[in-house]
T-cell receptor, first 113, second 112 residues
């Protein structure tokens, strides 16, 4: 089955800096790659996603890039703010079945004022 | 709009007891899922249902069962709880493959 590796496990940045989280996946057939943000005591919430026919997608301060050949994708957050502090999960969805997402183990992002 | 509602929000359960975690969605999504979240392991799929009347096994299905009698409800049952089932359980739903999965607030279960 699919295996998703996520790095780093923790990331500390200063407010205003950029943050980058990287993920690799094993199943070359996977074609949907969402990123979720989870705040303390809450369920994960989608912040951005990308499909395998697109190399990059941007939404304000958040961008995701996908390299299908290398089977890796990354989340980029620019001009970080303290409210960006949370746990971020990448995921991959193989084409067999519905959104049976395989998640990375998560990255705890801490943005210091 | 409630989205996904899980109950209870937390529970302490004696080992060997039976427990059903409830999940209801009001978005008329076809697919529903149960994940467990453990520190350092991320979220792992337990069971899923692509449509009412069908269910499938995920990555960690042992010790759990599900049913999908209608579109809105997807209960998760632990027939005989064990301490290794201590976790935070999230229910989710999505419209069809490759679209956003919406998560509930989670149920924190402690088996003692």
């Amino acid at each position: 089955g699919e295996n998703v590796e996520q790095h780093p496990s923790t990331l500390s940045v200063q407010e205003g800096d950029s943050a980058v989280i990287k993920c690799t996946y094993s199943d070359s057939a996977s074609n949907y790659f969402p990123w979720y943000k989870q705040e303390l005591g809450k369920g994960p919430q989608l912040i951005i996603d990308i499909r395998s026919n697109v190399g990059e997608k941007k939404d304000q301060r958040i961008a995701v890039t996908l390299n299908k050949t290398a089977k890796h994708f990354s989340l980029h957050i620019t001009e970080t703010q303290p409210e960006d502090s949370a746990v971020y999960f990448c995921a991959a969805s193989p084409p067999s079945g519905y959104s049976t997402l395989t998640f990375g183990k998560g990255t705890m992002l801490l943005v210091s004022p | 709009i409630a989205g996904i509602t899980q109950a209870p929000t937390s529970q302490i359960l004696a080992a060997g007891r039976r427990m059903t975690l409830r999940c209801t969605q009001d978005m008329r999504h076809n697919a529903m899922y149960w994940y467990r979240q453990d520190l350092g392991l991320g979220l792992r799929l337990i069971h899923y249902s692509n449509t009412a009347g069908t269910t499938g096994k995920g990555e960690v299905p042992d010790g759990y069962s599900v049913s999908r009698a209608n579109t809105d409800d997807f209960p998760l049952t632990l027939a005989s709880a064990v301490p290794s089932q201590t976790s935070v359980y999230f229910c989710a739903s999505s419209d069809y493959r490759g679209t956003e999965a919406f998560f509930g607030q989670g149920t924190r279960l402690t088996v003692v």
